[in-house]
């Protein structure tokens, strides 16, 4: 299996990655390896909410209502 050597790794990145592999009962090779995978995972279908149906079409003056009222 190949290798992989990550070179000037900060402090604190190290340490939460000691931390955390520590956390879930892995070595920090395992763990960095198993993030890595996580982050690469393509296959993970993205979901998104339904439309939202109205009653009537919204306009810029409406959305721009909303988003005044939201920041109220």
Do not use: C, W
């Not at 340490?15 to 955390?20: I, P």
């Not at 520590?22 to 690469?40: C, D, F, P, T, Y």
């Amino acid at each position: 299996m190949p290798d992989v050597l990550i070179k000037n790794l900060p402090e604190t990145l190290h340490r939460k990655l000691k931390e955390e592999a520590a956390r879930n009962h892995r070595s920090m090779a395992r763990h960095a390896l198993a993030l890595i995978e996580e982050g690469l995972d393509y296959s993970t279908e993205l979901r998104f909410p339904e439309p939202v149906k109205t009653d009537k079409p919204l306009t810029q003056e409406i959305i721009s209502k909303g988003i005044r009222e939201g920041r109220q």
